[in-house]
């Protein structure tokens, strides 16, 4: 029988690279866009690719989603809540607006995507994988919306976990290090707008080291992971009968799980210490 899944963000970077391999295995995909070239674009890749317009921050595009899926198939074999934007600033300035948008993409658009589509996941071995992060150890200064949001995003899908009647139900927390994708300058470009109108205050205050984590974000789109390798542990998931409930991927996931695990004062100065020598 075929095997549907629901990628969620699935434009760019990660999700489409997802998307692609698992059309490639035999998969059929619903894929989450929010443009028609995006749409094109995906379904050129693979006759199995699906293109769904999808803002999971929208409830009344999540309704649409559902109604046109549910009219395909009754059963979805997986969900992988990929979706997501991350934002930053010093916590001191940080615009509460910022700090909403950060969740409801995050965090609030994959609990809403697990609520409407779980009634489409019967069977006994259905899974949702979150595209989590190594952020969500909480350990990264002047990132901690998006930190929070992760943390919060695995938080709330293992209580969904403890407390689902689907017994046979996955939940998977996949937490890449850096991925090299276009959320980077993504992010960039909405904190700088988000701070246009800080006040000299705050431009004076954090000048160099929201310069220093700028550059470093623009950078981080050609260094790191490559989405293929996430792609290809998604597929290892979904294909494995007994998936881990975690996974780190890269050397700086494992390290920021180290660093979460050490005594918060020790764990603070050692961050606090390799900021101040990186912005040096």
Partial sequence: MDKYIIITGASSGLGKETAKKLAQEGYKIFAGVRKQQDKESLESIHPNITGIFLDVTNEESVQKAFDIISQQTKEIFALINNAGIALGGPVEYLPIEMLKKQFDVNVFGAILMAQKFL???NSKDNRILNISS???YGVFPFVSPYCASKRALDMFFNSLLIECKHKNLKIISIKPGVVSTPIWNKSVDACEEAFENVSQECREKYEKELLFLAQNARKNTQKGLKSEDIANLV????????????????KDSYTARFLSLLPQRLCNMLVKTGLKCRIK
């Fill in 119 to 121: 009634p489409l996941m």
């Fill in 134 to 136: 190594m952020a969500s």
């Fill in 235 to 250: 597929s290892k998931i979904l294909s494995s009968k007994n998936p881990k409930l975690s996974y780190n991927v890269g």
